[in-house]
């Protein structure tokens, strides 16, 4: 294949033929690397990960599911390393070019897949979010992505990360498109789908960007509060600041990663960049009151915001605070910029939300997202939704 983004995984020959006939036929597609192939090593973003792991004996569900709907998966993605980045450096494959902000990172940690989107290698492709490596990636390369609802598909056949929070998502660069994926994974019909009334454009999560990127989007977000009919600007979480919310999940999120992960670490001593390890080592030190304050706090705000979501409301709040870094930023000046990403994804995450990235606005001829984000169980609401808001920006355009 040619692949001159980087986006694809030079050690995978893993590729499935799409049935003759069905509503995907003629699309391809790309699977991360940690979606498994039957008869191929999953490599997880991690040489020792690759090394160390016998070939798949089945195809994950959600990849065959696709395949069998006719779309041909041409090949596997880069990720962080076991998932567990943000900015899709990877210090062992190296960084996916980021077609539409050239010189920037694509985001992760489903960072090859979002950079194939976006580069037209392929029609649509998978990944996964747990922290926002699906939302990240999506709006730092100015494309269509979704993070479902919590549960809503199966996680078989996946290296997994956190359970809590892991979920599978997907890309395109056209919400028609990102809907028809929808209706196969899910098994939806978005035509009969509900259609938000309300909209909450989220303060608090606006001021937690930096001011230009909240000024590009804050128009955006006005534009769908009157498409969906009423809007208000209040904070989201009236209780307590976003901040708590992030320190919560890194708990729960931290310690179900070493849980999954940390006797294959222990055993065989892997390479990981800086920030990989320090992941693993910051969710090794999470104790048991910690981690069951966390459950509490996540139970308590589920609680608090479902009054909140009511069925025919969304919430517009921005993807990512900013629009992508430089491929190569000092580690020490990505810390900051991943905590505040973090406070904004972590909303989802928490709730076990669906959110869908739209690509609608620049900074600086960069692209930044702005986020649709509903109550658990409102996918097809968002992906019909989506669509909606797509044809009219086109319109006004």
């Not at 020792?48 to 696709?66: F, G, K, M, N, S």
């Not at 992505?145 to 890309?171: C, K, N, Y």
């Not at 056209?174 to 909450?200: F, N, T």
């Amino acid at each position: 294949m040619n692949d001159p983004l980087n986006a694809f995984c030079a050690h995978s020959t893993a590729r499935l033929k799409g049935a003759p006939a069905g509503p995907l036929a003629g699309f391809t597609f790309a699977a991360k690397d940690l979606f498994d192939i039957e008869g191929h090593v999953t490599g997880a973003g991690n040489p020792d990960w690759l090394r160390l792991h016998a070939p798949a004996a089945r195809t994950a569900p959600v990849v065959q599911r696709l395949v069998d709907a006719g779309a041909d998966m041409v090949g596997k993605t880069h990720t962080d390393e076991l998932s567990r980045g943000i900015f899709g450096e990877n210090a062992h494959y190296g960084t996916p070019t980021n077609p539409n902000a050239p010189g920037r990172v694509s985001g992760g940690s489903s960072s090859g897949s979002a950079a194939a989107v976006a580069g037209g290698l392929v029609d649509f492709a998978l990944g996964t979010d747990t922290g926002g490596s699906v939302r990240i990636p999506a709006s730092f390369c100015g494309i269509f992505g979704i993070r479902p609802t919590h549960g809503r598909l199966p996680l078989e056949g996946m290296v997994a990360q956190a359970p809590s929070f892991d979920t599978i998502g997907w890309f395109a660069r056209d919400a028609h498109l990102l809907g028809r994926i929808g209706e196969i994974l899910l098994g939806a019909d978005l035509k009969s789908a509900k259609r938000p009334r309300h909209v909450i454009v989220a303060i608090d999560a606006f001021a937690i960007a930096e001011p230009a990127t909240a000024d590009a989007l804050l128009p955006a977000a006005e534009r769908i509060a009157a498409l969906a009919g009423t809007g208000e600007k209040r904070a989201l979480s009236q209780q307590v600041p976003l901040g708590d919310w992030f320190a919560h999940q890194r708990a729960i999120q931290g310690r179900e990663a070493w849980a999954t992960f940390g006797d294959w670490i222990d055993a065989h001593n892997p390479r990981f960049a800086f920030e990989i390890s320090d992941n693993f080592l910051r969710g090794m030190q999470v104790d048991d009151a910690t981690l069951a304050a966390a459950r509490e706090f996540q139970r308590t705000r589920r609680m608090e915001l479902m009054e909140v979501l009511k069925p025919d409301v969304i919430v517009c709040l921005p993807t990512a605070p900013f629009s992508a870094a430089p491929v190569g930023q000092r580690r020490s000046a990505m810390w900051a910029r991943r905590t505040a990403i973090s406070t904004l994804t972590t909303i989802a995450g928490t709730l076990g939300a669906p959110q869908l990235n739209l690509p609608l606005a620049h900074v600086d001829g960069l692209p930044v997202g702005l986020s649709i984000l509903a109550r658990p169980g409102a996918d097809e609401m968002l992906l019909a939704f989506a669509r909606e808001v797509a044809d009219r920006m086109t319109e006004d355009r």
